[in-house]
């Protein structure tokens, strides 16, 4: 699904996309209750998402992770996934705070 929508949001000449660590389906990043992907599974979404932009010649697409981990997990989980998704292959990084 990542690799499917990096896809067509680079031939549709989009600039960049979040990629999230919340379960499907996801809540409001200010919302109470959110439920957060495994690390595995987050930065496995990273790696897909960078996989899908090499495979498109001349692809500039942006890739941001972003992480919701803060509010259930604290800080030093956040930034733990969010430095996974920087080595990973993500051009930048983004939490959602408390």
């Known amino acids: 699904m990542v690799a499917r929508t990096v896809t067509a949001y680079a031939r ?3 600039a960049g996309l979040h990629i999230e660590d919340q379960v499907q389906s996801k809540r409001c990043g200010h919302l109470l209750g959110k439920q957060i992907a495994p690390v595995s599974e987050f930065i496995a979404r990273i790696r897909a ?3 899908a932009r090499a495979r498109l010649p001349g692809c500039d697409i ?3 992770a972003r992480t919701d981990a803060a509010q259930g ?3 030093d989980e956040a930034l733990k996934r969010l430095k996974l998704a920087i080595k990973a292959g993500a051009d930048g990084m983004s939490m959602g705070i408390p």
Do not use: E, T
Request: aromatic share 8%; hydrophobic share 85%; no cysteine.
């Open 12 to 14: 549709a000449g989009i």
């Open 49 to 51: 998402a960078v996989a």
């Open 73 to 75: 997990f604290g800080m």
């Open 62 to 64: 942006v890739l941001i």
